[in-house]
Nanobody, 127 residues
Framework: QVQLVQSGGGLVQAGGSLRLSCAAS????????MGWFRQAPGKEREFVAS????????YYADSVKGRFTISRDNAKNTVYLQINSLKPEDTAIYYC????????????????????WGQGTQVTISS
């Protein structure tokens, strides 16, 4: 079973930047895709970005393309989400997730393909 521990987040002004981190343990990190999801108040959790195990394939939600960047450091068993040009509507709890299936060369955008979740971290954007 994989364990995911998130760090980063907090209160940021609109237009600012933030980096979220998620450290994984418990299984070969590079063999599995990783993803980021978020849940805003009163809304369902939604897909944000994902990255394949080898880091070559990434997917982004349309709402974050050009502003968010997902990356991973397989030597450190860590996945990152760099968030730029923050908007108030980016306010949410952000969750990292690990894919259920071996996914060295592919990734996913459906929540059902991810089986392990981080504890969540609050990101609040002030206008």
């Amino acid at each position: 079973q994989v364990q995911l521990v998130q760090s980063g987040g907090g209160l940021v002004q609109a237009g600012g930047s933030l980096r979220l981190s998620c450290a994984a343990s418990g299984r070969p990190f590079r063999s599995y895709a990783m993803g980021w999801f978020r849940q805003a108040p009163g809304k369902e959790r939604e897909f944000v970005a994902s990255i394949s195990g080898n880091g070559d394939t990434t997917y982004y939600a349309d709402s974050v393309k050009g502003r968010f960047t997902i990356s991973r450091d397989n030597a450190k068993n860590t996945v990152y989400l760099q968030i730029n040009s923050l908007k108030p509507e980016d306010t949410a709890i952000y969750y990292c997730a690990a894919a259920k299936y071996l996914s060295y060369g592919r990734s996913y955008s459906s929540e059902s393909d991810f089986g392990s979740w981080g504890q969540g971290t609050q990101v609040t954007i002030s206008s």
